[in-house]
């Protein structure tokens, strides 16, 4: 008859979990994400939304330390910019986001904590679970960033710094539309201990069609199956960025494009 009682007395002992710092982060986010999305829309809760914005930044420097990247602001906002659910856009990598004044140039720093988390929550739109191998999706490069879709057109090879466990850069067309056109956005991924640094630069390089890849653009859109002209279009997409990710590094503006690339990531402080 005792052992309740002295389970009870254990319980007590035992102390409290702790959450960790990123889990008080996105516990904080979720919690705002569910007030406002069932929240009508009001000039104060603009104001109420602004403020979490602000606040969910604060715990994010709390996380992610002191951060300098050459040309960009000093002060990083949250990169998550909006909290409502139904919005277009909710889903961005949480970190601090740091841009040059019209976004050409946008760097997020995050965690790996924070990093493996996200990936998980966008399981379902098909990104790998594995770092290594979102840092290859195009899908990465979509949901992290901005609203809009992203193709890469060919992986850039940096050279990875010695303070970094890994870096990767490739080379793409970001748009809401058609993304059928010279890439000229270069985004970088590097991770030293456990931060995440992120840049993407658009109009970073200037590139021009590649004929052979052309060819197989023509020859696909000229097949007729599959009947659905948007399937058609997305498998001649697939066809054309792997032919321009084969015949890339053979054209006279790569070198210049793996330049770019290295000397954005000679901006974060990895030293």
Not at 15 to 21: H, S
Not at 90 to 116: M, N, P, W
Not at 242 to 264: G, I, L, N, T, Y
Request: net charge neutral; proline share 6%; hydrophobic share 45%.
């Amino acid at each position: 008859m005792r052992l309740p009682v002295l389970f009870c007395l254990l319980a007590l002992a035992m102390p409290a979990y702790a959450a960790t710092p990123e889990q008080h982060y996105l516990d904080l986010r979720d919690r705002y994400i569910a007030k406002f999305s069932n929240a009508r829309e009001s000039d104060e809760i603009d104001k109420q939304h602004d403020a979490a914005l602000k606040e969910l930044a604060g715990v994010l420097r709390g996380l992610v330390g002191p951060v300098a990247i050459k040309g960009l602001p000093a002060e990083g906002k949250s990169n998550v910019d909006t909290l409502f659910k139904g919005d277009v856009g909710i889903g961005h990598l949480d970190g601090l986001s740091f841009a040059s004044e019209g976004y050409r140039t946008q760097a997020v720093v995050t965690t790996t904590t924070l990093l493996k988390h996200w990936l998980g929550e966008h399981r379902e739109d098909g990104m790998p679970q594995e770092s290594g191998a979102a840092l290859k999706s195009d899908r990465f490069y979509y949901y992290a960033i901005q609203d809009a879709a992203f193709a890469i057109y060919a992986e850039l090879p940096i050279t990875k710094p010695a303070a970094a466990s890994a870096a990767a850069a490739v080379l793409g067309v970001r748009g809401n539309g058609g993304l059928k056109a010279p890439p000229h956005e270069i985004d970088i991924v590097a991770i030293q201990g456990d931060k995440v640094f992120f840049i993407a630069a658009s109009d970073a390089v200037k590139t021009t069609p590649i004929p052979a890849c052309e060819k197989v653009w023509r020859q696909m859109m000229a097949k007729k199956t599959p009947r659905d002209a948007m399937a058609r279009e997305d498998q001649a997409m697939d066809a054309y960025t792997k032919c321009f990710a084969k015949e890339a590094p053979s054209q006279s503006w790569f070198a210049a494009a793996v330049k770019k690339a290295q000397s954005h990531l000679d901006l974060l402080p990895l030293r």
